[in-house]
C-alpha cells in the first residue's frame, strides 16, 4: 500500500519560516518525481514545484519562485519544500505527490498525501 505522510505544516507570521516533509512507503520512491501542490479555500489545487528523481532538475510556481525550494532525500524517502518570506497568499493545504508525468499537472501524479495546513497570518 502506497502512502505519502505530509508534515511540518502550522500557523506562522507573514516573513516566517517553515519546512514540510512528505514521507512514501510502498513505492519505488526513487524513481519518481515528487511534486508539491497547494489548495487554498474556494480554489482550485495548484503546482507549487517539482522536484525529479534524481534531484537534478527542480520545477517551480512563479508565484513561489526565489522563496520556495525543494529537496529530497531518497535514503529517507523523502522529499521536503523549504517555504521562507511567507504571504498570507501561501495559506492553504499544501499536498505532496508522486508521478512520472507532466510536471504542473495534477494529472501527472499519481500517489497523492493527504495533506497538511499551512497558514500565514497577516
Known amino acids: 500500500q502506497v502512502q505519502l505522510v505530509a508534515s511540518g505544516g502550522g500557523l506562522v507570521e507573514t516573513g516566517g519560516s517553515l519546512r514540510l516533509s512528505c514521507a512514501g512507503s510502498?513505492?519505488?520512491?526513487?524513481?519518481?518525481?515528487m511534486g508539491w501542490f497547494r489548495q487554498a479555500p474556494g480554489k482550485e489545487r495548484e503546482f507549487v514545484g517539482a522536484?525529479?528523481?534524481?534531484?537534478?532538475?527542480?520545477y517551480y510556481a512563479d508565484s513561489v519562485k526565489g522563496r520556495f525550494t525543494i529537496a529530497r532525500d531518497n535514503a529517507k524517502n523523502t522529499v521536503y519544500l523549504q517555504m521562507n518570506s511567507l504571504k498570507p497568499e501561501d495559506t492553504a493545504v499544501y499536498y505532496c505527490?508522486?508521478?512520472?508525468?507532466?510536471?504542473?499537472?495534477?494529472?501527472?501524479?499519481?500517489?497523492w498525501g493527504q495533506g497538511t495546513q499551512v497558514t500565514v497570518s497577516s
Open positions: 505527490a508522486a508521478g512520472s508525468g507532466a510536471t504542473p499537472n495534477l494529472t501527472g501524479y499519481r500517489y
Open positions: 510502498g513505492l519505488a520512491f526513487s524513481t519518481y518525481k
Open positions: 522536484i525529479s528523481w534524481s534531484a537534478s532538475s527542480q
